[in-house]
């Protein structure tokens, strides 16, 4: 049981990358999937949210996100992905995604994914 993550890189500003976090043994969509940052010397932080089936797979975004990531899955290939459009600067980071089935109201907490994927770097800059 593990989750894969890949895609990361480095870009200019107003750049694009895919990140694609890779389920094996467990069916992706049984669970919410969660990507996570963490920007040297800052506490990991939540990014991006698609809740389990179950849920209604919706989704959610951090404000500072909204309108040039998305999340999505693709159940055939039990993958997570988040596109990231338009990046800046402050979006470099190690991007971490993360397994749970917390409640809606905690879906932000790192405490309540119980399965991560081992990061990948994204390095935004001129």
């Known amino acids: 049981v593990q989750l894969q993550a890949s895609g990361g890189g480095s870009v200019q500003p107003g750049g694009a990358l895919r990140l694609s976090c890779a389920a094996s043994?467990?069916?992706?969509?049984?669970?919410?999937i969660s990507w996570f940052r963490q920007a040297p010397g800052n506490e990991r932080e939540w990014v991006s949210t698609?809740?389990?089936?179950?849920?209604?797979?919706?989704?959610y975004y951090t404000d500072s996100v909204k309108g040039r990531f998305t999340i999505s899955r693709d159940n055939v290939k039990n993958t997570a992905y988040l596109q990231m459009n338009s990046l800046k600067p402050e979006d470099t980071a190690i991007y971490y995604c993360a397994r749970g089935r917390p409640p809606l109201g905690s879906i932000r907490d790192r405490a309540v994914y119980t399965l991560w994927g081992q990061g990948t770097q994204v390095t935004v800059s001129s």
């Open positions: 043994g467990f069916t992706l969509d049984d669970y919410t």
């Open positions: 698609i809740r389990n089936r179950g849920s209604g797979s919706r989704i």
